[in-house]
């Protein structure tokens, strides 16, 4: 089955700096690559996402790159502010024609200093 | 859109109860999903469920969970009998059944076996 790695598991950067999560995967037939952010006591909530037929894609501050070939994907939030911090997931499934269950990544705990 | 509706939203109940973790999925979403959260392990898919019909049930960890989906906006998680290791948050999640489409989750369950 699928395996999905996270790094790092803590990342703490100063107020308006970048931040960049990365992750890989093991199943070359994963098509899509979602990323939740979840704080304390909450639920996961979608924040981007990406299919296999694309590279990139942004919205305003946080984008996601994927490269299919070496098999990962990262996020990044630019111009961070005090309320990006909270637990960053990475996912992928294999969806062939529905839809599919997520395998996720650890996680990583984004720390905004101000 | 009220989202996914999960209850109880907390349960606390002794060793070897029985327990029952309800989900209302968004109202057209013909996909749904069962996730347990722990620190250890982190978010684990369990069972998913497509026009209420089980897909995959390989992450259900014993024959004590089972789970059901006797209509398009109804599904039960039961433990019996549970057990302390059993303690953790489960979430709910629901999705269109095109391709790729993004899973909602509802805000959990937290459930502690004493």
């Known amino acids: 089955g699928e395996n999905v790695e996270q790094h790092p598991s803590t990342l703490s950067v100063q107020e308006g700096d970048s931040a960049v999560i990365k992750c890989t995967y093991s199943?070359?037939?994963?098509?899509?690559f979602p990323w939740y952010k979840q704080e304390l006591g909450k639920r996961p909530q979608l924040i981007i996402d990406?299919?296999?037929?694309?590279g990139e894609k942004k919205d305003q501050r946080i984008a996601v790159t994927l490269n299919k070939t070496a098999k990962h994907f990262s996020l990044h939030i630019t111009e961070t502010q005090p309320e990006d911090s909270a637990v960053y997931f990475c996912?992928?499934?294999?969806?062939?024609?529905?839809?599919?269950?997520?395998?996720f990544g650890k996680g990583t705990h984004l720390i905004i200093q101000p | 859109d009220a989202g996914v509706i999960q209850s109880p939203r907390h349960e606390v109940t002794e060793m070897g109860q029985e327990v029952t973790l309800r989900c209302k999925p968004i109202?057209?979403?013909?996909?749904l999903f069962w996730y347990r959260q722990t620190m250890m392990r982190g978010l684990e898919l369990l069972i998913y469920?497509?026009?209420?019909?089980?897909?995959?049930d390989s992450g259900m960890p014993e024959d004590r969970f089972s789970a059901k989906m006797p209509n398009a906006s109804f599904s039960t998680l039961k433990i019996q009998p549970s057990e302390p290791r059993d303690s953790a948050v489960y979430f709910c999640?629901?999705?269109?059944?095109?391709?790729?489409?993004?899973?909602?989750f509802g805000d959990g369950t937290r459930l502690s076996i004493l």
């Open positions: 999640a629901s999705s269109l059944g095109e391709y790729n489409q993004p899973q909602h």
């Open positions: 199943d070359s037939a994963s098509n899509y």
């Open positions: 990406i299919r296999s037929n694309v």
């Open positions: 996912a992928a499934s294999n969806s062939g024609g529905g839809a599919d269950g997520l395998t």
């Open positions: 109202s057209g979403h013909d996909y």
């Open positions: 469920f497509n026009n209420n019909v089980p897909i995959d």
